[in-house]
């Protein structure tokens, strides 16, 4: 159960992330900084991950790599089936990733906070249980070289932030509720 759940949690926070950094960087959050069809991105993603699964492949997640299609035009789909098929051509080369350092993917977590930048203007500058958590996700995405970890973390101040100053009735009940998840997912696996 540890296991499933610390995959369920980091699947869902890079995810989460990865769709919100993309959808900001392509304009396609409405007014209120929302991405309207996240529940069918949600589920397009969760189904990869199944399928990954039953195939015997790590956990298959949305990529920021996406951005760079959105910054080309891409918004169809089709720019996912040309990377596909070129990942298909790619698959002989495979062996070769084997040789890339962990360490090494630290510029596509740089890339995610430089993205999530824009964000940082639309933070309220003047409450620290806003800004603080934002700060501390920006940050340790690359520190830690994991997105979900940076956000996890982030949810867990925010939630501390607010509940510490009295205004714990302004924390979502989803966002304390994933915030108590990555707690229990850091402290038991």
Known sequence: MTIIFTFLLVDLLDTAGTLIAVSEHGNLLDE?????????ALLADSSATVIGALLGTST?????E???GIQEGGRTGLTAVVVAVLFLLGIFLAPLA???PGYATAPALIFVAIL?????AKLSWGDPTDYIPAMLTAILMPLTYSIATGIGIGFVAYTLLKAL???????????????VLYVVKTVFA
């Open 32 to 40: 209120h900084g929302r991405l309207q069809r996240l529940r069918p």
């Open 60 to 64: 298959t997640t949305s990529y920021i």
């Open 66 to 68: 996406s951005a760079a």
């Open 98 to 100: 084997e040789t890339v």
């Open 116 to 120: 999530m930048t824009s964000g940082l």
């Open 165 to 179: 100053s009295g205004r714990f009735a302004e924390v979502n009940s989803a966002v304390a509720l994933i915030a």
